[in-house]
């Protein structure tokens, strides 16, 4: 089993950057890598505002290849959960991420207080994301344009189990992205489905 604990400072993240290629973050049976989030969340709605975005991502990967992430629960990030900028042949299954200040069924102002803790932002090429649960207090998913490669494509998600705002393709103004497809998942409670 893996598990990680990270109540550290809000410059600390699980960060891999650059040039990652050919590997795969795994576990045996269900590996936790937890952040600590309501450290960065603070006092619903005040907590925000005092650290804005100044709190950390949980799990970052720049400019990586061949990457597999399977096994692993990505619990309470301080920011984004998983920030996957400019992946190429990005796989990631049986997982998941959770961002939630109560086990409450659905999303309460209390919950979304919990802001921009997005579930997957990932950009790149030929990415398959499947068998993934996400319960979040932001996007469940969000495509980006790729900083390296210009265009994010060739991205199927597919069996994926997501309630927070949904599913989103684009989600920064002047984004371009080509052949996205969601197919084969549920959206429970979500504010805004697939935008």
Known sequence: DLLVTSPAPADTAVDFDDDFIDTDYASAKRGIIDGAGYQYWGVPFIGYLELVEFRPDLFVLNRTENVM???????????????????????????SVVARRTNDDGHSLLDLSAFNTDGIDVSGNDVYIHDVDIWNQDDCIAVKDSPYFGVSSNMLFE??????????????GGTTVSN???????????????Y
């Open 180 to 194: 996205i497809t969601f197919r084969d998942s549920l959206l429970y409670k979500t504010y805004k489905g697939i």
């Open 159 to 172: 069996r994926i189990t997501a309630s927070g705002l949904g599913l989103t393709i684009g989600s920064i």
């Open 69 to 95: 992430i399977e096994y692993m629960v990505f619990r309470d990030a301080g920011l984004y959960t998983l920030n996957l900028v400019d992946s190429e042949h990005l796989e990631i299954q049986y997982s």
